[in-house]
């Protein structure tokens, strides 16, 4: 069963937004901006961590002034909050000493001073957290123009792709790359680079200003350190396998609950609900436990961390007030001390969470350029492309050899020679090669051997957007995308006029269909195309063909999808259309192509049989075995 939904980047606690709008890491932030905790959970790595690393870099080249000047900013912003704590440390020491003096009769408490203090203090955070929101701005510009510019490119990206990349990757893979992939690259753009500068101006800035107070008392807050991260690393260890069985379950639910849900109607038709459920329940049920285990580790690691750092607060205040006693530091530096030592863990623990958050954004990053560095269409190289000033529609196959397997030939020495104006069949079993053909025709793939004429030009010798220009397609699997059924139809032609989609409308007989749409041609078809019949759209597709008035037709079981009378109608219309122009028809239903000037009868990659529908079962070959059995 295939799960859609990628891991998220943080297994325990959804991130929160701050008032800026970015997500928080990890179960909020403390004083001094760093997460309460470390995150935990497997971290997908990147196989070339410093060549993705660059390319990254690469993107950020156009802002690297605004990237420098982030930096400096954080690093300021961080700076004036350390500053903070040492300054109001000398509030209390001025008002101790004033109860002193005012308690002994030898003075006064200085309010003036302490005010002046205060409002020094106060000034630094107004400024920090002033110098903090305009780096917030200016990174957020950084990290959404380039996200911008990498999904920008991962889009042009995609229509110079040849076919043979998306027969062989599924369409869910390459959105994932698209949505999911740069959108971790812009959540973390937004936050790991200034949380980097920061957390390390303030680990050492704090350390400096703890030294600058006391090394005693340094000295004992440091041993709190490895004791509390051997403790964290230890429940990350065990606790691994709790959140990586999560998120496969979590997928594994996702997973079923989409599967079920886009084939309801067949669950329901073979009785198979108490079949989903109990599935669904096993699933679920092994999530629920994994979940409950993953979420208990990840909670019981906060009161752990807590209570380390009370015994470290509780062996700093006794230091603290030894040496207060014996007169060598002030009573204002102790209090100053212990918001250092409550907060000094926290850019650590930043340090650790942005280093699992680093190697993920290299990853997904990773993927990312890894899309964009595959093999793309060979470009249109011809120096003097073929330009048909008028097309006459005389096609030849000329012994071509092609296979997408090296080692497996799919269409194997095949020739033939088309009229200007036949309509052509094409048929044959399952698998022969029919559609193959068309792609060739179209140069959505090139042959390997031999060669495909159009007028007497090989059709290499045309740029694919002039060679493709020339045919109108109408295939089995219709497309339609989210707009009017007006704009649908103009597809085949961006500048037709209302009338004119119209007219397109009218001869492939859904005219009066569309007539009773709420909004008529302007009716909104949605993004399921669940409003719409398979025979009707079906119809649209034809119609938008007829508008395009191409020279040459393919028709890949165009009308495979309407009922017979529906069918007939199309017939006449495609008849109609078809009239004059070299047209290619592929069909299972041996009884549409009867009227065919040829029919190609294919079989194993090569022609079998080829004639008029009378000739061939004259013949009593192959082909009247198929159109015979049609009747047995």
Not at 2 to 24: E, I, L, Q, Y
Not at 236 to 264: D, P, T
Not at 344 to 372: G, H, K
């Amino acid at each position: 069963m295939s799960t859609t939904d990628r891991p998220s980047r943080n297994f325990s606690t959804p991130p929160r937004a701050d008032p800026m709008g970015r997500p928080r890491p990890f179960g909020g932030r403390g004083p001094f901006g760093g997460p309460r905790h470390i995150a935990m959970g497997p971290v997908e790595k990147a196989r070339d961590f410093r060549g993705t690393l660059r390319k990254l870099i690469a993107y950020l080249g156009p802002y690297r002034i605004s990237v420098l000047v982030v930096l400096l900013l954080a690093a300021a912003s961080a700076a004036f909050s350390i500053f903070g704590p040492k300054v109001l440390g000398t509030a209390t020491t001025k008002l101790f000493e004033g109860l002193i003096a005012q308690f002994t009769g030898t003075g006064e408490i200085d309010f003036v001073g302490i005010g002046r203090i205060l409002l020094t203090v106060l000034g630094l955070y107004l400024l920090s957290a002033g110098l903090s929101y305009v780096q917030g701005w200016l990174m957020t510009n950084v990290a959404i123009q380039v996200t911008y510019q990498l999904r920008k490119d991962i889009m042009a990206k995609i229509h110079r792709m040849p076919f043979r990349y998306f027969d062989g990757t599924t369409h869910g893979e390459v959105l994932s790359r698209l949505t999911n992939d740069v959108d971790t690259v812009n959540q973390t753009l937004n936050q790991t680079l200034t949380q980097i500068i920061t957390s390390v101006v303030t680990v050492v800035g704090m350390l400096a200003m703890m030294l600058s107070i006391s090394w005693q008392m340094t000295l004992v807050a440091l041993l709190i350190l490895p004791l509390s991260t051997g403790i964290v690393m230890g429940i990350i260890r065990r606790s691994q396998k709790f959140f990586a069985q999560q998120q496969e379950y979590l997928g594994h639910v996702n997973g079923h609950v989409e599967e079920m849900f886009g084939g309801h109607v067949i669950v329901k038709a073979f009785n198979g609900e108490e079949k989903s459920i109990r599935q669904f329940d096993h699933y679920n049920n092994t999530l629920y436990n994994v979940a409950w285990k993953a979420q208990f580790v990840s909670g019981i690691m906060m009161p752990l961390m807590r209570l380390i750092g009370n015994l470290g607060y509780v062996a700093v205040v006794i230091l603290g007030s030894y040496l207060t006693i014996r007169g060598r530091i002030a009573i204002g530096d102790i209090q100053a001390f212990i918001q250092y030592v409550r907060s000094f863990t926290q850019p650590i623990t930043q340090l650790a969470n942005i280093s699992n958050i680093l190697q993920q954004t290299v990853a997904a990053a990773e993927r990312v350029f890894e899309f964009l560095a595959e093999a793309e269409e060979p470009p249109d190289t011809v120096d003097q492309p073929v330009e048909l000033e008028k097309v006459q529609g005389q096609v030849e196959f000329r012994d071509v050899r092609f296979s997408y397997l090296p080692g497996k030939p799919v269409i194997k020495g095949f020739s033939a020679e088309i009229r200007p104006g036949q309509k052509v069949a094409i048929v044959g079993p399952t698998g022969a090669g029919k559609t193959t053909l068309v792609k060739l025709l179209m140069r959505f793939y090139d042959v390997d051997e031999g060669a495909i004429l159009v007028d007497g030009h090989d059709i290499r010798r045309f740029k694919r957007a002039d060679l493709r220009r020339l045919f109108g397609m109408v295939l089995q699997d219709t497309w339609l995308f989210n707009g009017t059924v007006l704009d649908n139809i103009r597809y085949g032609r961006e500048d037709a006029g209302e009338e004119e989609v119209i007219e397109a409308a009218r001869v492939a007989h859904i005219d009066r269909y569309i007539r009773t749409l709420p909004e008529g041609y302007h009716t909104v078809i949605n993004e399921e195309v669940t409003n719409l019949s398979q025979g009707q759209k079906q119809l649209l597709t034809i119609a938008r063909a007829i508008l395009a008035n191409p020279p040459m037709l393919i028709l890949d079981e165009a009308t495979s999808s309407v009922d017979t009378h529906t069918e007939l109608l199309i017939q006449e219309a495609m008849d109609n259309l078809m009239r004059g122009r070299t047209s290619f028809i592929i069909a299972h239903r041996l009884s549409t192509i009867r009227n065919a000037d040829l029919i190609l009868m294919i079989r194993d990659g090569n022609i079998v049989e080829q004639g008029t529908h009378e000739e061939l079962l004259a013949r009593g070959g192959f082909y009247a075995e198929l159109y015979n059995s049609q009747f047995e």
